[in-house]
């Protein structure tokens, strides 16, 4: 009987004891392991938007219309967005939103009067993917400091652009951004 009651008391100095381990500490564990998985994750897919563009009559009319109504910092390429990571809050990431003339041809093979830009991990991985499903890939990969492109059209005929990003050729470029 005095040893359990010598034990007893034992656990119960121990459970009272501060370990050093909250509910914020566990938190904290909790999403560094989110982040390790998610930079560890390079299943081909999308991961955001990376750009909105169309077409327009007078580009900058409509830029500076966008930049005078609803405050959208612009440049000759149009405004580029910046908002963080879900995975990463630290990390700050963009989005690029531009106008162009309606008779340019960067939206051909598609009509359409838009185009819209993916955010993708493994632009590699989605095009052997694109092969076996027959989706139309209409260039190969470019690369740029700011990261990689390709384009692809759905079935409907709009033309897709797939960025695989190097957002830190944004944040060292010291460009105006639209927060």
């Not at 121990?14 to 999403?31: F, I, V």
């Amino acid at each position: 009987m005095k040893n359990f009651i010598i034990l007893s008391s034992l656990i119960l100095m121990l459970s009272s004891c501060d370990t050093g381990r909250t509910a914020k500490t566990e938190k904290s564990e909790s999403d560094s392991l989110k982040i390790i998985q998610s930079e560890m994750d390079t299943t081909p897919k999308v991961t955001g938007i990376g750009g909105i563009f169309f077409r327009s009559k007078n580009p900058k009319e409509v830029k500076e219309w966008y930049a005078k109504n609803l405050g959208l910092v612009t440049d000759e390429y149009g405004s580029t967005f910046e908002f963080r990571n879900a995975s990463r809050p630290d990390e700050v990431n963009y989005l690029q939103w531009s106008v162009f003339d309606e008779k340019t041809k960067y939206f051909d093979p598609s009509e359409k009067e838009f185009m819209i830009n993916y955010r993708v991990q493994n632009l590699e991985g989605l095009i052997r993917q694109f092969r076996e499903n027959g989706v139309t890939i209409l260039d190969s990969i470019e690369e740029y400091d700011y990261g990689k492109f390709v384009h692809i059209m759905d079935p409907e005929g709009n033309k897709i652009e797939l960025w695989e990003p190097v957002d830190k050729g944004f944040d060292d470029s010291g460009k105006a951004t639209t927060k």
